[in-house]
């Protein structure tokens, strides 16, 4: 089963997607498709011609919101049944695409590949280019073989022990980071931005209403005008890669993912679709 394309949504409270929306278009350089769905609470990030999206919003209606996945194949059925054989579960149902939930309890998507190829630039020295997925020490084994089984990437060791990597195949645009939680909680998910210079990312966001959470080794968290948590990392953002280091390597904190404060009502509201 190849997996053609990946989309990384961020899902914030419907009451502040215009928020959202505004500043998502504004840090990654994209103007926004029209509405989708029963109450409009999707809509697609599109970059300039000749290249192909590959970031979503997604409004819900209760709870802090986060991110999840959406995976792209051409057979869709193959894939949701793939992920069941593998210990996910179907959440619902659609033409054309399926919400599932992992065996750690994140929600992503099997969706249907619309022929998506080209990947969108670097914009203004950084990338979103990474889903983190947050994960409890109870399930991080079975989690990590899960995800590993499910793609079929390859699966490297990150910065630090707690942080293993997936690496997408070439030309793909969102890979996946697995990273084992301090303490026992929901597993959850955020977004990535591999960034240059990540004072000068910092400087840019907090301009466009975005607000420092906390920093790391090389990284550092903020939250969006929406209220979601998100990490500007020290990564090429041609590569993917550390600049100290020639693979494909991770990061991550529990630090980090304690700022994010998810909770179970979180994933349940998420639950809603998960995908536009």
């Known amino acids: 089963m190849t997996i053609r394309w990946t989309y990384a949504f961020a899902d914030r409270p419907a009451a502040h997607l215009a928020t959202a929306q505004a500043f998502w278009t504004a840090v990654t350089g994209t103007f926004l498709s029209a509405p989708r769905g029963e109450d409009d609470e999707f809509v697609t990030l599109l970059p300039a011609s000749g290249v192909d999206a590959c970031v979503k919003l997604q409004g819900v209606g209760a709870g802090p919101g986060g991110a999840h996945l959406d995976l792209c194949v051409e057979d869709v059925p193959g894939l949701v049944k793939r992920a069941r054989d593998l210990g996910a579960g179907t959440v619902a149902e659609h033409d054309g695409w399926t ?6 309890g994140q929600l992503w998507c099997a969706v249907s590949w619309q022929g998506e190829s080209v990947r969108p630039p670097v914009v203004a020295g950084s ?3 990474q889903v983190s997925i947050d994960i409890p020490p109870s399930s991080y084994e079975a989690e990590t073989a899960f995800w590993a089984q499910l793609t079929g990437w390859e699966l490297l060791t990150g910065a630090l022990p707690e942080f293993r990597v997936l690496r997408q195949p070439a030309g793909l645009p969102v890979r996946i980071l697995l990273q084992r939680l301090a ?17 000068a990312t910092r400087a840019r966001h907090e301009e466009l209403g975005a607000v420092h959470v906390a920093d790391g080794r090389h990284w550092t968290v ?5 209220g979601g948590v998100y990490c500007l990392t020290g990564r090429d953002p041609e590569t993917g890669g550390l600049p100290s280091r020639t693979g494909d390597q991770g990061r991550g904190t529990q630090t980090q993912a304690q700022a994010q404060t998810q909770t179970q009502a979180q994933a349940q509201t998420q639950e809603r679709g998960a995908r536009g």
Do not use: K, N
């Open 99 to 104: 919400v599932l939930r992992s065996p750690a």
């Open 127 to 129: 990338r979103l280019d």
């Open 183 to 199: 303490g026992e909680q929901p597993a959850a998910a955020h977004l990535d931005l591999a960034c240059a210079d990540i004072p």
């Open 222 to 226: 903020m939250r969006d005008p929406a």
